[in-house]
């Protein structure tokens, strides 16, 4: 690989900020935030007390699960906490991003939650995407989205 990509780390490279909704919001909504704020992945966020199945507090649907999910589904009835994957693959921002392509290849995820090193809270994604962009020279932060 080559090096100045092994000295790139997650903050170089990932999408500062996130589209969120809440685990009963519908999937329509979810298709909706998607296009309305040009994403590939949502995170999906308890609040509280509040635990997705598996006990995780986030989760995430991407464009991929959502795709699964319209055979048969009624979008306005199935929430997304239905098809949120948990637990999540979480990096740390100031993680290496050779790190962060070994995770996604090993866990076969094509988003990755970046966490912030100090709080632990999300803070952006990582998506292959933002790798493709690094690979090819120049890494972009964009505003929002993953």
Avoid: N
Avoid at 25 to 35: D, F, G, Q
Avoid at 41 to 53: K, N, T, W
Avoid at 74 to 89: M, N, R, W
């Amino acid at each position: 690989m080559d090096t100045s990509f092994d000295l790139l780390h997650v903050f170089d490279a990932m999408h500062p900020g996130l589209v969120t909704c809440s685990p009963d919001a519908s999937l329509r909504t979810v298709a909706r935030m998607m296009a309305t704020y040009r994403v590939h992945a949502v995170l999906v966020s308890a609040h509280g007390g509040e635990r997705l199945p598996g006990g995780s507090p986030w989760g995430v649907v991407s464009d991929a699960d959502l795709l699964r999910a319209t055979d048969g589904a009624d979008l306005d009835k199935q929430p997304a906490s239905t098809i949120a994957t948990t637990p999540l693959v979480t990096v740390s921002s100031s993680d290496g991003l050779g790190l962060a392509t070994r995770l996604m290849v090993e866990h076969d995820v094509s988003h990755l939650l970046v966490l912030d090193p100090a709080s632990g809270r999300p803070i952006g994604v990582l998506s292959t995407l933002d790798v493709a962009r690094a690979l090819a020279g120049f890494p972009e932060r964009h505003p929002v989205g993953a």
